[in-house]
């Protein structure tokens, strides 16, 4: 794969010449992980001065080259197809310029890169996988933007962390008639919790088994809980399942993070889809925030809270309810963010209060859910019904007297996923990397 930068010791792309570019455009999350895999794979293999990442391929192994120019290098050298990476923040309305302070960000591109573009040989990926955005109005501009600079939307291609971007693309193309730009659903999320288990474990912070859990469950029985469910910001989606938690007495059985939402009781924005809680009972709530099961404000420092791996909450429960970032059916997207994985990385047993389809995107990546635990069909339903079958299973959970025993039924389980996610982290391609290779007509080598 060939990828180049214009700026070779940051790996940034089109932020040079934009006042703001800080602000909007940052290191691309899906080529920073193939740069990381070519210095752990020189580790692993011994192969101190080479570019290759060794990945599996069923009982074959093969060897690729992952190759950084800067523009200078494909200047000189026109028979190199090639890869701009461009990592964006946030949501696509402030990073594309469509709507707000900045110019599109197509105006940030090069002349160089603009020549390449238009003559086939070179290929603009803008990542913002570490957002599950989704809006249709993002193909309408890139498509408005090709037609404008004369590219062929081809050429252009955006990867988000919604898995279902793909489909949303087929059904944009079927609406309007027009060519979709290449489209890339991908959840990298996974790799970078597998980096911070790494970066524990070489500190010497261990991260919890199987093993640990039970021997400090048994040790501390009185301290465990049935479940954790954490939260910093207050999305409606998760102050509707605080809610119902307080008025079915739930709270007391679990471990709560929960922030207070004035505004969002202000302006009646908790609604979810057309469905929105009783304001009384939501007032009634709301007088039990902040909550938080450490005592410790959560609201500092948000990226620590990201990388922490929140051990400490599993080891005092039994089970892990995931608060995603997305969840309204509205939304039209499935994100997978570091939060599903943290449990995954700690042996710990989950439900996911996300979107619908999320457990079912979980097992395509090769994960064993908890189908023998949980009633898992809360995965196939519509919003509120979602919602409320998340909080029968918590109920169960608080009513489950024998959880030394289930908690050894999930042993393969909790072990066999551990597993996947460094697997899948180390050598397994990530998603679009052979078709990544096939544009710019690189090919492997088998070992």
């Known amino acids: 794969m060939n990828l180049v930068f214009e700026n070779l010791e940051t790996f940034i792309n089109l932020a040079g010449d934009d006042k703001n570019g800080n602000e909007r455009i940052c290191l691309s999350p899906y080529a920073n992980r193939l740069n990381i895999l070519k210095t752990e794979h020189r580790s692993l293999h011994e192969k101190r001065n080479e570019d290759w990442i060794f990945f599996q391929s069923g009982e074959d192994k093969f060897k690729w080259n992952i190759n950084t120019y800067s523009v200078e290098d494909v200047v000189k050298d026109t028979s190199i197809n090639y890869i701009i990476p461009v990592g964006v923040h946030e949501s696509p309305v402030t990073w594309a310029g469509y709507i707000g302070k900045y110019s599109s960000i197509f105006d940030l ?70 060519k979709c730009i290449q489209t890339l659903g991908y959840t990298h999320f996974e790799f970078d919790v597998y980096l911070n288990i790494d970066h524990y474990n070489r500190k010497g912070q261990n991260i919890p088994t199987y093993e640990d859990h039970l021997k400090y469950k048994d040790n501390n029985p009185l301290l465990i809980k049935p479940y954790n469910f954490l939260n910093r910001k207050p999305r409606k989606h998760r102050i509707a399942l605080f809610n119902k938690l307080f008025h079915s007495g739930l709270l007391p059985d679990g471990l709560i993070s929960m922030n207070p939402w004035y505004d969002e009781v202000i302006h009646e924005a908790v609604v979810i889809d057309g469905w929105k809680p009783d304001s009384q009972q939501l007032e009634h709530s709301h007088q039990f925030t902040p909550m938080r099961w450490d005592g410790t404000d959560n609201l500092v420092n948000p990226g620590d809270k990201i990388a922490r791996l929140n051990e400490k909450s599993m080891l005092n429960s039994w089970c892990t309810i995931v608060s995603e970032a997305q969840f309204d059916d509205s939304q039209q997207s499935v994100f997978l963010s570091e939060k599903v994985f943290k449990p995954i990385a700690c042996s710990h047993p989950f439900q996911i209060l996300g979107a619908k389809g999320s457990l079912k995107e979980l097992k395509k990546l090769g994960y064993l859910t908890f189908d023998n635990l949980f009633d898992e069909s809360y995965d196939e339903l519509d919003n509120i019904e979602r919602l409320d079958a998340i909080v029968e299973n918590i109920n169960s959970l608080c009513d489950n007297n024998d959880w030394h025993n289930h908690f050894r039924w999930m042993k393969s389980r909790l072990k066999y996923n551990r597993n996947v996610l460094t697997f899948n982290a180390l050598f397994k391609p990530p998603k679009g990397f052979h078709k990544f290779n096939r544009l710019c007509n690189t090919a492997s080598e088998k070992v």
Request: net charge negative.
């Open 109 to 178: 591109i090069s002349d160089t890169y603009l020549k390449h573009l238009r003559e086939g040989r070179a290929y603009i990926l803008f990542d913002n996988t570490l957002e599950g955005y989704h809006t249709d109005w993002l193909f309408d501009f890139f498509y408005d933007e090709a037609i404008r600079l004369n590219i062929d939307p081809n050429n252009i291609i955006i990867t988000t962390g919604n898995a279902q971007l793909e489909q949303r693309a087929e059904e944009w193309e079927k609406k309007t008639g027009k």
